[in-house]
């Protein structure tokens, strides 16, 4: 069965760079959302997008961005990256009407130097 | 705002049953999710209690009781391949938010021979 895909898996950046993650959600899912993951901490709700329109915010900063495409990959666009940026970043898509079961992609893990 | 209290680390061993408790303070609930990660790996699904009562999946069984704020996610035959760490999550699907997952900090189990 297919899954999420993420990509890059590792991404290695310095402070004030810019990094952009793609995520592939499963096909027929209406929803895509995205994860932030620091080390030994939960997944941290970031953002979300509903049939490519944007749907919920969570605790993204300002200086990241994300957008769903007419294919309905999304990508997230992180801009001066601080070393607090480092972290896991998970995308996950759910099928209508099952938002409860989320499935992850393998994620992307940023390090930013 | 919304909190989730579950135990940070648990220990058992193989074929034994082991319970992880999660309490709640939510405004604006729908219902409890149970996720599974392994070290480096992503959430995986396990259950999801939208109504109160008793969820049985295989192995694993997942407990809501709206009244007390309050859920478990029941292990039964423990395995060693059971060592992961147990995400409670709330779904915030209510006033067109599209279900974003608030994920308690996570009960580390390890499961010893």
């Known amino acids: 069965a297919a899954g999420v895909i993420q990509s890059p898996r590792h991404l290695i950046k310095e402070k004030r760079e810019t990094a952009t993650l793609k995520c592939y959600p499963i096909p027929r899912h209406d929803t895509v959302y995205w994860y932030q993951q620091g080390p030994g901490q939960d997944p941290q709700f970031l953002i979300s997008?509903?049939?490519?329109?944007?749907?919920d915010k969570g605790s993204i900063p300002d200086r990241f961005s994300a957008q769903q495409f007419s294919d309905y990959h999304s990508e997230l666009n992180m801009s001066s990256l601080e070393l607090g940026d480092s972290a896991l970043y998970f995308c996950?898509?759910?099928?209508?009407?099952?938002?409860?079961?989320?499935?992850f992609g393998p994620g992307t893990r940023l390090t930013v130097t | 705002g919304q909190s989730l209290e579950q135990p940070s680390e648990v220990t058992a061993v193989e074929g034994a049953i082991v319970q992880i408790n999660c309490t709640y303070q939510?405004?604006?609930?729908?219902?409890l999710s149970w996720y599974q990660q392994h070290d480096g790996g992503a959430p995986t699904f396990l259950s999801y209690n939208g109504l109160d009562g008793l969820e049985e999946t295989g192995r694993f069984s997942s407990f809501l009781s709206r009244s007390d704020s309050y859920g478990y996610l029941l292990l039964q035959e423990l395995q060693m391949k059971d060592s992961a760490s147990y995400f409670c999550a709330v779904d915030m699907n209510y006033g067109g938010s599209q279900g974003n997952l608030i994920f308690g900090k996570g009960t580390k189990l390890s499961v010893k021979p």
């Open positions: 996950a898509s759910s099928s209508p009407g099952q938002e409860y079961e989320q499935y």
């Open positions: 939510t405004s604006g609930f729908y219902g």
């Open positions: 997008f509903y049939e490519k329109m944007q749907s």
